[in-house]
Protein backbone atom coordinates (compact mmCIF):
# COMPACT_ATOMS: atom_id res chain seq x y z
CA UNK A 1 0.00 0.00 0.00
CA UNK A 2 0.94 3.68 -0.08
CA UNK A 3 0.43 6.53 2.24
CA UNK A 4 0.11 9.79 1.94
CA UNK A 5 1.05 12.69 4.53
CA UNK A 6 1.52 16.37 5.20
CA UNK A 7 3.51 17.05 7.98
CA UNK A 8 5.36 20.53 9.89
CA UNK A 9 9.05 20.31 11.22
CA UNK A 10 7.71 18.07 14.18
CA UNK A 11 5.71 15.49 12.06
CA UNK A 12 2.47 17.00 13.10
CA UNK A 13 -0.66 16.49 10.93
CA UNK A 14 -3.75 18.24 12.37
CA UNK A 15 -4.71 20.27 15.02
CA UNK A 16 -8.38 20.33 16.64
CA UNK A 17 -9.44 18.38 13.71
CA UNK A 18 -7.99 20.35 10.93
CA UNK A 19 -5.19 20.54 8.41
CA UNK A 20 -2.27 22.58 10.30
CA UNK A 21 -1.93 24.39 6.50
CA UNK A 22 -4.06 24.30 3.29
CA UNK A 23 -1.02 24.89 0.46
CA UNK A 24 -2.64 24.57 -3.08
CA UNK A 25 0.51 22.72 -4.82
CA UNK A 26 -0.08 20.05 -2.04
CA UNK A 27 -3.55 19.83 -2.06
CA UNK A 28 -3.12 19.10 -6.03
CA UNK A 29 -0.83 16.95 -5.44
CA UNK A 30 -2.88 15.44 -3.44
CA UNK A 31 -5.78 14.77 -5.78
CA UNK A 32 -3.78 14.00 -8.41
CA UNK A 33 -2.00 10.46 -6.37
CA UNK A 34 -5.49 9.72 -4.79
CA UNK A 35 -8.05 9.88 -7.39
CA UNK A 36 -9.58 6.65 -8.93
CA UNK A 37 -8.28 5.05 -6.33
CA UNK A 38 -8.91 3.12 -3.00
CA UNK A 39 -8.53 5.17 0.28
CA UNK A 40 -7.96 4.35 4.37
CA UNK A 41 -8.87 6.45 6.41
CA UNK A 42 -10.50 7.18 9.68
CA UNK A 43 -13.76 8.95 11.01
CA UNK A 44 -12.11 12.30 11.74
CA UNK A 45 -10.05 12.30 8.61
CA UNK A 46 -13.48 12.04 6.78
CA UNK A 47 -14.77 14.67 9.33
CA UNK A 48 -12.44 17.12 8.03
CA UNK A 49 -13.35 16.68 4.22
CA UNK A 50 -15.61 19.72 2.95
CA UNK A 51 -19.40 18.97 4.21
CA UNK A 52 -17.77 15.96 5.99
CA UNK A 53 -18.51 13.85 2.60
CA UNK A 54 -16.16 11.42 1.14
CA UNK A 55 -14.16 12.15 -1.60
CA UNK A 56 -15.65 11.61 -5.02
CA UNK A 57 -14.09 9.69 -8.20
CA UNK A 58 -12.50 7.44 -5.18
CA UNK A 59 -13.27 4.17 -3.42
CA UNK A 60 -13.44 5.58 0.48
CA UNK A 61 -13.39 2.97 3.40
CA UNK A 62 -13.71 4.25 6.52
CA UNK A 63 -12.64 2.82 9.83
CA UNK A 64 -15.42 3.67 12.77
CA UNK A 65 -16.92 2.61 15.73
CA UNK A 66 -19.40 4.79 15.92
CA UNK A 67 -20.83 5.50 12.37
CA UNK A 68 -23.07 1.90 11.21
CA UNK A 69 -23.11 4.02 7.32
CA UNK A 70 -21.79 6.65 5.93
CA UNK A 71 -23.25 7.42 2.02
CA UNK A 72 -20.66 7.47 -0.36
CA UNK A 73 -18.38 5.21 1.23
CA UNK A 74 -17.31 1.95 2.94
CA UNK A 75 -17.35 1.39 6.93
CA UNK A 76 -15.61 -1.13 8.73
CA UNK A 77 -15.46 -1.33 12.14
CA UNK A 78 -12.63 -3.01 13.78
CA UNK A 79 -9.39 -3.63 12.79
CA UNK A 80 -9.35 -7.48 11.89
CA UNK A 81 -12.55 -5.89 9.11
CA UNK A 82 -10.78 -3.38 8.03
CA UNK A 83 -7.16 -5.66 6.83
CA UNK A 84 -9.53 -8.66 5.28
CA UNK A 85 -10.97 -5.99 3.16
CA UNK A 86 -7.90 -4.84 2.36
CA UNK A 87 -6.17 -8.07 0.89
CA UNK A 88 -9.10 -7.88 -1.72
CA UNK A 89 -7.67 -4.86 -3.44
CA UNK A 90 -4.40 -4.65 -5.12
CA UNK A 91 -1.82 -3.39 -2.78
CA UNK A 92 -0.62 -0.51 -5.46
CA UNK A 93 -4.43 0.81 -5.65
CA UNK A 94 -4.49 1.84 -1.85
CA UNK A 95 -3.78 4.78 -0.49
CA UNK A 96 -3.81 5.33 3.47
CA UNK A 97 -4.85 9.09 3.97
CA UNK A 98 -5.17 9.16 7.57
CA UNK A 99 -5.43 10.33 10.65
CA UNK A 100 -3.25 9.17 13.27
CA UNK A 101 -4.38 6.38 14.48
CA UNK A 102 -4.80 4.49 10.93
CA UNK A 103 -1.04 6.04 9.49
CA UNK A 104 -0.18 4.30 12.90
CA UNK A 105 -1.89 1.06 12.04
CA UNK A 106 -1.20 0.60 8.54
CA UNK A 107 2.51 2.12 8.36
CA UNK A 108 3.69 -1.41 8.45
CA UNK A 109 1.73 -2.26 5.55
CA UNK A 110 2.87 0.46 3.22
CA UNK A 111 5.72 0.51 0.42
CA UNK A 112 5.78 4.12 -0.11
CA UNK A 113 5.26 6.89 1.60
CA UNK A 114 4.24 10.40 0.08
CA UNK A 115 5.69 13.45 2.17
CA UNK A 116 4.64 16.61 2.20
CA UNK A 117 7.22 17.99 4.37
CA UNK A 118 6.55 21.96 6.12
CA UNK A 119 9.08 23.98 7.52
CA UNK A 120 6.99 25.34 10.28
CA UNK A 121 5.45 23.93 14.00
CA UNK A 122 1.98 23.74 14.10
CA UNK A 123 1.44 23.17 17.37
CA UNK A 124 -0.33 20.32 16.26
CA UNK A 125 -2.23 17.90 18.67
CA UNK A 126 -1.80 14.84 16.68
CA UNK A 127 1.40 13.47 14.68
CA UNK A 128 2.52 11.02 12.00
CA UNK A 129 5.35 8.54 12.76
CA UNK A 130 8.75 10.23 12.35
CA UNK A 131 10.21 8.16 9.45
CA UNK A 132 13.39 9.79 9.88
CA UNK A 133 13.91 7.89 12.92
CA UNK A 134 12.49 4.74 11.61
CA UNK A 135 15.51 2.41 10.36
CA UNK A 136 12.81 0.37 7.97
CA UNK A 137 11.56 3.94 6.11
CA UNK A 138 14.17 5.61 3.70
CA UNK A 139 14.10 8.50 1.88
CA UNK A 140 14.81 8.19 -1.75
CA UNK A 141 13.89 10.92 -3.08
CA UNK A 142 12.92 14.95 -2.12
CA UNK A 143 11.79 17.93 -4.68
CA UNK A 144 13.25 21.36 -4.54
CA UNK A 145 12.27 23.63 -1.75
CA UNK A 146 9.28 25.47 -2.33
CA UNK A 147 7.01 28.27 -0.81
CA UNK A 148 3.45 29.31 -0.43
CA UNK A 149 2.89 32.72 1.16
CA UNK A 150 6.11 32.18 2.89
CA UNK A 151 5.66 28.75 4.30
CA UNK A 152 8.77 26.58 2.64
CA UNK A 153 7.98 22.80 1.81
CA UNK A 154 9.19 19.68 -0.21
CA UNK A 155 7.60 16.53 -1.54
CA UNK A 156 9.44 13.75 0.06
CA UNK A 157 8.87 9.68 -1.06
CA UNK A 158 9.96 7.54 1.41
CA UNK A 159 10.02 3.51 1.14
CA UNK A 160 9.61 0.84 3.73
CA UNK A 161 12.71 -1.73 3.47
CA UNK A 162 10.88 -4.10 6.14
CA UNK A 163 7.11 -3.74 4.39
CA UNK A 164 5.03 -6.33 6.59
CA UNK A 165 3.20 -8.75 4.12
CA UNK A 166 -0.87 -8.55 4.18
CA UNK A 167 -1.59 -11.54 0.99
CA UNK A 168 -3.50 -9.05 -1.19
CA UNK A 169 -5.14 -11.02 -3.96
CA UNK A 170 -6.22 -7.99 -6.24
CA UNK A 171 -9.30 -9.55 -6.64
CA UNK A 172 -10.80 -6.22 -6.73
CA UNK A 173 -8.41 -4.25 -8.36
CA UNK A 174 -11.23 -3.17 -10.65
CA UNK A 175 -13.15 -1.75 -8.10
CA UNK A 176 -10.94 1.78 -8.66
CA UNK A 177 -10.72 1.34 -12.26
CA UNK A 178 -14.66 1.65 -11.95
CA UNK A 179 -13.75 5.48 -11.53
CA UNK A 180 -11.54 5.72 -14.57
CA UNK A 181 -13.62 3.62 -16.97
CA UNK A 182 -17.01 6.22 -18.01
CA UNK A 183 -16.25 7.08 -21.44
CA UNK A 184 -17.14 11.20 -22.48
CA UNK A 185 -20.25 9.93 -23.57
CA UNK A 186 -21.40 7.59 -20.42
CA UNK A 187 -20.31 10.82 -18.18
CA UNK A 188 -22.93 13.17 -20.34
CA UNK A 189 -25.54 10.29 -19.54
CA UNK A 190 -24.99 10.17 -16.28
CA UNK A 191 -25.32 14.36 -16.13
CA UNK A 192 -28.29 14.12 -18.06
CA UNK A 193 -30.22 11.30 -16.75
CA UNK A 194 -31.65 10.18 -13.36
CA UNK A 195 -31.82 6.64 -13.74
CA UNK A 196 -27.84 6.73 -14.00
CA UNK A 197 -27.25 8.46 -11.08
CA UNK A 198 -26.03 4.68 -9.64
CA UNK A 199 -23.55 4.74 -11.67
CA UNK A 200 -22.50 8.37 -11.34
CA UNK A 201 -22.12 7.94 -7.50
CA UNK A 202 -21.79 5.05 -6.89
CA UNK A 203 -22.52 3.47 -2.84
CA UNK A 204 -24.86 6.40 -2.37
CA UNK A 205 -26.03 4.96 0.40
CA UNK A 206 -22.78 3.47 2.22
CA UNK A 207 -21.45 0.27 2.49
CA UNK A 208 -22.06 -1.20 6.35
CA UNK A 209 -19.95 -2.89 8.55
CA UNK A 210 -22.22 -5.76 9.08
CA UNK A 211 -22.49 -5.45 4.91
CA UNK A 212 -18.44 -5.92 5.39
CA UNK A 213 -19.01 -8.86 7.16
CA UNK A 214 -21.48 -10.59 5.37
CA UNK A 215 -18.72 -10.46 2.48
CA UNK A 216 -15.86 -11.62 4.02
CA UNK A 217 -18.09 -14.11 5.88
CA UNK A 218 -19.33 -15.76 2.48
CA UNK A 219 -16.42 -16.99 1.04
CA UNK A 220 -17.18 -18.12 -2.03
CA UNK A 221 -14.39 -16.51 -4.36
CA UNK A 222 -15.99 -13.54 -5.50
CA UNK A 223 -14.83 -10.03 -5.02
CA UNK A 224 -16.09 -7.33 -3.18
CA UNK A 225 -16.78 -5.53 -6.47
CA UNK A 226 -18.60 -8.56 -7.78
CA UNK A 227 -20.47 -8.65 -4.05
CA UNK A 228 -21.69 -4.85 -4.61
CA UNK A 229 -23.28 -5.82 -7.70
CA UNK A 230 -24.96 -8.22 -6.51
CA UNK A 231 -26.00 -6.79 -3.65
CA UNK A 232 -27.28 -3.76 -5.95
CA UNK A 233 -24.90 -1.25 -3.97
CA UNK A 234 -23.23 -0.84 -7.37
CA UNK A 235 -24.31 -0.34 -10.82
CA UNK A 236 -22.56 -2.46 -13.68
CA UNK A 237 -21.65 -0.73 -16.81
CA UNK A 238 -23.96 -2.75 -18.72
CA UNK A 239 -27.31 -2.09 -15.99
CA UNK A 240 -25.92 1.69 -16.52
CA UNK A 241 -26.44 0.93 -20.32
CA UNK A 242 -29.53 -0.62 -19.84
CA UNK A 243 -30.94 1.94 -17.40
CA UNK A 244 -30.50 4.53 -19.54
CA UNK A 245 -32.07 2.55 -22.96
CA UNK A 246 -34.78 2.14 -20.66
CA UNK A 247 -35.42 5.89 -19.80
CA UNK A 248 -34.81 7.11 -22.92
Keep these: ?35 G ?11 SFPNSKPLPARLNIVMSRREKAVPGAVVCDSTE ?20 MIYSLLLPYCETAYITKMQFDGKADAFFPNL ?31 VK ?22 SALCEENACARAYAKPLE ?6 DVADFLAEQSGCSFEEYLWRNR ?16
Design 37 to 47: HVLVMGHNTLV
Design 205 to 210: HGVTAG
Design 132 to 162: DENPSWQAVSESQEKEHEGLRFSFVKYENRA
Design 81 to 100: QLLALLQDFSSDDIFVIGGG
Design 233 to 248: FLMTKDGFLAAVSNNQ
Design 1 to 35: MKLIAAVDEKWGIGKAGALLASVPEDMKFFRESTR
Design 165 to 186: PLHFNGNSSAMADYFKKKSPEE
